[in-house]
């Protein structure tokens, strides 16, 4: 696919990060600690029995808890989400958590509730997200995707190293035939001429492949049925098939993108 | 009196204001001439005194030299960031300034820093603010623009803290402007701002929601603004001057000033008149005149066969990715505001219509409006009032941070919109047996390659226990705080060390060099705002006297019965015994003790100054000297 990007030797690429002296092992956020244990405890302030992130006898901002994004929001690991009701706590939950309505109270309690609505917002952003949601349960559930993951596409891109591709059967053909035109049009592109047939097929089957990249976010909610019901069903069997479903349909995605991109950046856009 | 006043504070490029909420609105106060606005221009003049505001703008013109404007767009900037400024705007950068050091600028002999001349005009608000609260004001929230990314946040909040400010919020400018406007009509739905300043240009999309503004997208340009249309009004005239009168002023200090001045007043008038007249003196006498019609101004700073070339168009993309961004289409969105003196340009107006399909709002004054936004943002912070109930700001990081990873390559860890506070924690190891530092290249922007995005800091993880390669596991978090700045610590899992992080800003001081620079430092606030105050009272009590024994020689006088004369001269001795004396509270007490015990004398005073004004005779006949509108005998006196 792509080479490095101009102007980078590989060689180069090797000085400056052993330079830097630094290895990223693990470039994905770290999911706040998988606890399914308790999300309670007692408030440091009025010793209330069952403050979460507030205490709701007092009100005091309480220490984090080693919490999962979805037990923060007091849910289960279900996909299927009530998305006007997550908007609802995210807006209580503020409305106790904010640094701006905690900047009168001492320290401690500041630095809590900078860390609690920090966490608090990063939880909403990748659960209001379908896909965010997604693979964070993924990873919550053992599962790296970090193969397809962007940072891994680019890094790829501007090393020259072969990123590992995933093989997509259904879509062999006419991948092949979209990565012909592109040739033939970065060729074209070199000898100063213009195709505008060939512009619009390739227009056309992006077209295409923009359709199949929304029909997946719609084939995605059967996945979070199929994990829901698992989880209720509390079958092992189930949810891996459930994961195994979701793996495949990031992974098919994640390539149609790379697919548009690629297209997008030939046709200068 | 509420020492724990908190005031809000609008820093701009071209004007800077100070507000605070006087029950259940807010208000600006004005600085000692009663005007609103403090020009942000500071000077030196040749006594080395530093003079901000009004009273330093005609140094711009007399000694350009010693005179500097617009420095917020050299906050938190390098040496490199800044050469297409240099060329338009007259900064005259100090000769020994060294490659990555914190820029200094010349005013005379001496050079300051950015954050410094910021400080100088936030000094000015303080001081306008404890005048008006006669206590002193050492708590601010201080807006900035909304795209203003780490470094120019902390080279803002380092201007407060050198000002002898306590910087309890940074608030985006637009969001702030939104806080002021949702005070009075408080619905739900969505709200784009369109903030063009002076220096910068700012939108932000808000989903208001019973009290909560959401912002979910901001964008910008720190470098967009009025001062740039002016710098192209300059060139037309420098171009003219140059071709039909055969002189080159372009280098000529002065010059440049004053044809700067004539052109933002014909920017100005152009608003709202079909044409205007700019006229400049030259030096050795020449008058340049031109005429420039609103029409010709339009297709200046819009030419619509070169949109690369259209300050107004610079402004569209920005609109649209917010839009994009937001996922909403123009017609979603319900309500617009616009904020920012460059938006009284007609033409202006016209491409926010046309951009999101809505009439801008414009009742509030664009001057103004971010500077009474800071100071709701200021009310909601020291506990809210009824006013306040309810409203809470969520705003987003407007740049994605990322960090520097093998190959050159940003990995974005925080994505640009993301509601602040917002975190992402990276775990690295070591690629060396033993190696005990780790070096962390942190980066704002959205640009894949390093190279092309913003340095914010280098941080050396240090004191990582020695072990072979790849074993240690050092957790780093990253952390935006509510003011979009960025926190790091970091921590090594195996021997569960906290791992040191040495800052090394890419632009912008250190905190010793902050500490250094502190004008007022907070201990000795409190001591400065007394002698001060101190003052004040000594000059109102002269002032208090003097207005007596005028009172002593008017016919009213004569109308007082000895009880009341008595009680008036053992007043007045009472506050002469005290008026030399250091006690603010007594001099204070005597003041306010004559003040009331003068009163009939006061209302005999105005009764007679009228009725030898209606027996025909004129007013300075009338032993009041200054007329009717002559204050109150012991009003409240003007101090320098």
Same mark, same amino acid.
């Given at each position: 696919m792509r080479a490095r990007a101009?102007?980078?030797s590989p060689a180069a690429t090797q000085a400056r990060s052993r330079k830097q002296?630094?290895?990223?092992?693990?470039?994905?956020?770290?999911?706040?600690?998988?606890?399914?244990?308790?999300t309670t405890a007692n408030c440091?302030?009025?010793?209330?029995?069952?403050?979460?992130?507030?205490?709701?006898?007092?009100?005091k901002v309480q220490p984090p808890l080693p919490v999962n994004y979805f037990s923060f929001f007091?849910?289960?690991?279900?996909?299927?989400?009530?998305m006007s009701r997550l908007e609802r706590d995210f807006y209580e939950l503020s409305r106790k958590l904010h640094p701006d309505l905690n900047a009168r109270a001492d320290k401690r309690e500041q630095e809590w509730s900078l860390e609690q609505s920090s966490l608090l917002n990063d939880a909403y952003r990748t659960l209001k997200d379908p896909i965010k949601r997604t693979q964070y349960l993924l990873r919550l559930e053992g599962?790296?995707?970090?193969?397809?993951?962007k940072t891994a596409t680019e890094r790829a891109r501007t090393s020259g190293e072969v990123k590992k591709q995933i093989v997509l059967p259904d879509l062999l053909e006419e991948v092949f035939e979209l990565n012909m035109q592109l040739e033939e049009l970065r060729a074209n592109k070199k000898m100063g001429e213009d195709d505008p047939a060939l512009v619009r097929d390739l227009e056309s089957h992006k077209a295409q492949f923009e359709k199949k990249y929304e029909e997946l976010a719609e084939e995605l909610k059967n996945h979070w049925d199929h994990w829901d019901r698992a989880l209720d069903l509390d079958s092992a069997e189930e949810r891996r098939d459930a994961l195994d479903g979701m793996v495949d349909l990031l992974n098919r995605r994640s390539y149609i993108r790379n697919l548009v991109r690629d297209v997008n950046e030939a046709l200068g856009k | 009196m509420s020492t724990d006043r908190i005031v809000g504070i609008?820093?701009?490029?071209?004007n800077s204001l100070v507000a605070f909420m006087q029950g259940d609105r807010p208000v600006v106060i004005p600085g000692e001439d009663g005007v609103n606005l403090v020009p942000s221009v500071v000077a030196l003049d040749d006594k080395e005194q530093i003079i901000v505001g009004n009273a330093a703008r005609k140094y711009l013109i007399e000694t350009p030299e010693r005179a500097v404007y617009s420095i917020k767009r050299l906050m938190g900037r390098g040496i490199e960031d800044i050469q297409q400024e240099l060329k338009l705007f007259p900064f005259r950068l100090a000769e020994d300034l060294q490659p990555g050091e914190v820029l200094r600028i010349r005013l005379g002999e001496k050079t300051f820093t950015p954050p410094e001349i910021s400080a100088f005009v936030l000094r000015q608000l303080k001081r306008n603010a404890e005048r008006f609260f006669n206590a002193p004001v050492t708590k601010a929230v201080i807006t900035v623009p909304a795209y203003f990314n780490d470094a120019q946040r902390q080279a803002t909040k380092d201007a407060g803290r050198i000002a002898g400010?306590?910087?309890l919020r940074l608030v985006n400018e637009p969001t702030a402007a939104s806080l002021a406007y949702g005070l009075d009509k408080k619905q739900n739905g969505i709200v784009a701002v369109y903030d063009l300043g002076g220096g910068t240009f700012d939108v932000s999309i808000l989903k208001l929601h019973d009290g909560i503004f959401e912002v979910v997208a901001t964008n910008g340009d $720190?470098? &967009?603004?009025?001062d740039d249309i002016d710098n192209l009004l300059i060139t037309i005239a420098l171009d003219d001057i140059r071709g039909d009168?055969?002189?080159?002023?372009?280098?000529n200090g002065e010059a440049v000033a004053t044809i700067r001045k004539a052109v933002i007043e014909a920017k100005i008038a152009l608003s709202s008149q079909p044409a205007t007249s700019l006229e400049v003196e030259l030096p050795g006498g020449k008058h340049y005149q031109r005429t420039i019609t609103r029409e010709q101004f339009e297709q200046l700073i819009d030419p619509p066969d070169a949109p690369e070339a259209s300050i107004l168009h610079r402004t569209v993309g920005p609109c649209k990715q917010a839009l994009e961004d937001a996922g909403?289409?123009?017609?979603?969105?319900?309500e617009v505001v616009l904020v920012g003196?460059?938006?009284?340009i007609p033409k202006v107006r016209a491409l926010v219509e046309e951009l999101f399909r809505r009439t801008p709002h $414009?009742? &509030?004054n664009p001057d103004e409006v971010v500077a009474l936004g800071a100071a709701v943002q200021a009310n909601i912070l020291s506990g809210g009032s009824e006013a306040t109930e309810n409203m809470l700001l969520l705003d987003v990081t407007p740049l994605s941070l990322g960090i520097e990873v093998a190959g050159g390559v940003t990995d974005k860890i925080i994505l640009r919109n993301?509601?602040?506070?917002a975190s992402a924690t990276q775990h690295y190891t070591t690629?060396?047996?033993?190696?005990t530092n780790v070096a962390i290249h942190v980066l704002q922007g959205e640009r894949e390659l390093a190279k092309d995005c913003r340095s914010l800091a280098r941080f050396e993880l240090k004191?990582?226990?020695?072990?072979?390669?790849?074993?240690p596991r050092v957790e780093v978090k990253f952390l935006i705080d509510a003011n979009g700045i960025l926190h790091v610590s970091a921590r090594e899992q195996r021997s569960g060390k906290e791992a040191e992080t040495e800052v090394q800003p890419s632009y912008g001081l250190t905190d010793e060099q902050v500490e250094s620079m502190i004008l007022d430092s907070f201990d000795s606030a409190e001591e400065d705002f007394r002698q001060r105050q101190l003052i004040e009272a000594r000059n109102e009590a002269g002032t208090i006297m003097a207005a007596l024994e005028k009172g002593k020689r008017s016919?009213?006088?004569?109308?007082?019965n000895t009880d009341e004369k008595k009680r008036i001269a053992k007043m007045e001795k009472s506050l002469h015994a005290v008026k030399?004396?250091?006690d603010y509270q007594a001099i204070r007490d005597a003041i306010d003790a004559l003040n009331q015990g003068t009163m009939r004398l006061a209302e005999l005073m105005m009764d007679t100054a009228v009725s030898t004004a209606l027996k025909g005779k004129t007013m300075d006949q009338?032993?009041?000297?200054?007329?009717?509108?002559?204050?109150?005998?012991?009003a409240k006196a003007e101090f320098e």
């Open positions: 101009a102007g980078e002296g630094l290895m990223a092992i693990d470039t994905s956020k770290t999911i706040a600690t998988a606890g399914s244990g308790d440091w302030s009025c010793g209330d029995m069952r403050a979460a992130q507030f205490c709701h006898a007092c009100g007091g849910l289960p690991r279900k996909l299927n989400l009530d599962v790296e995707l970090e193969e397809q993951s | 609008d820093l701009g490029t071209t400010l306590e910087v $720190t470098h &967009l603004g009025g009168m055969g002189m080159d002023v372009s280098r909403l289409k123009p017609e979603q969105i319900d003196g460059s938006t009284r $414009t009742d &509030l993301s509601t602040i506070p690629q060396v047996d033993g190696q004191g990582i226990p020695p072990m072979p390669a790849g074993i016919p009213a006088w004569r109308q007082l030399g004396e250091d009338a032993d009041m000297g200054e007329g009717p509108d002559a204050p109150h005998p012991v």
